[in-house]
């Protein structure tokens, strides 16, 4: 999936840690606020069933919500050097590029999805290559010099979500 380009203003979000659906993040502002758009969605899929759900809006072009939907593997504890830590961001809404949702609006692409955590931060890598990102609140949008989503970073969760995340989740001590 690719992005369009950014729109530099921040957007209103919730964030929801549950034990089934470890991590969902909403932003309601880039919803058609008269609900008449067409909701398309995003998949990437693994082939240990994880799964990873991007929603957009087809008016609005943006991202309405990204749920971590399952994580069927081992989550590697990450270190600052292979944590795609040191990439330059900056805090944006971005548009996604519609092209991919022409033929149908669920899109699902297999690929391998890597997880790896550090201090309460889950990364979800797609690539190895991460250009820059786009932060929206306590998502943020890992991109090549492409715009290709090379994956997604969350973070912010209090102790008790960490609790709830670690629960859920095959982590590495």
Request: proline share 2%; aromatic share 10%.
């Amino acid at each position: 999936m690719y992005i369009e380009k950014i729109i530099s203003n921040k957007t209103h979000y919730y964030k929801k840690v549950d034990f089934y659906v470890p991590v969902t993040i909403e932003f309601p502002d880039n919803n058609d606020r008269y609900g008449l758009a067409d909701v398309l969605y995003y998949r990437y899929l693994d082939q240990d069933s994880s799964l990873l759900e991007v929603t957009i809006n087809s008016k609005s072009m943006q991202i309405v919500r990204v749920a971590l939907v399952s994580i069927n593997k081992t989550v590697e504890q990450a270190n600052a050097d292979n944590t795609h830590s040191k990439v330059e961001v900056i805090e944006g809404n971005p548009l996604i590029n519609m092209g991919v949702f022409s033929e149908s609006n669920i899109v699902t692409e297999n690929r391998e999805i890597k997880f790896k955590y550090l201090n309460k931060k889950i990364w979800i890598i797609l690539s190895e290559t991460v250009d820059y990102g786009v932060v929206m609140g306590d998502l943020t949008i890992l991109l090549n010099n492409n715009n290709e989503i090379s994956g997604f970073t969350v973070e912010g969760f209090s102790t008790k979500e960490w609790e709830i995340i670690q629960a859920g989740c095959c982590m590495e001590t």
